[in-house]
């Protein structure tokens, strides 16, 4: 079991605030994305970082975007798609959408759309 599994989301939420608000990006825009991803709302993301939930059980108890197979690209070197377990594809799926808001990508491609 790698160790991020068992870190908590509030205890790496800190790092993305600051990385995308030093990039001109806004909390609620990072809000947002988890959201997007995870299908949390507001509330329960609070919830989440507020009770020290580890990504594990964060992402165990998500309803993932069904678009997150649009979630493509490199992280730290590492292609997200081709990751093979579930849960650390899943972080790094957070982590590119984070690395995309921070880098200015507009909201609208962050947040891959639905097909047509």
Not at 69 to 93: F, H, K, N, Y
């Amino acid at each position: 079991m790698h160790r991020i599994f068992t870190t908590s989301v509030a205890a790496v939420y800190p790092a993305y605030v600051a990385k995308v608000e030093r990039k001109g990006r806004t909390k609620a825009e990072l809000d947002e994305v988890i959201e997007w991803l995870t299908g949390y709302d507001d509330a329960a993301l609070r919830r989440h970082l507020d009770a020290g939930t580890t990504f594990e059980e964060f992402f165990g108890g998500a309803h993932l975007n069904p678009n997150v197979s649009a979630i493509t690209g490199t992280v730290c070197g590492i292609r997200v798609e081709r990751i093979e377990d579930p849960l650390m594809q899943q972080i790094r799926w957070l982590d590119k959408l984070v690395d995309e808001l921070a880098k200015g990508r507009p909201m609208a491609k962050v947040l891959r759309p639905q097909p047509a």
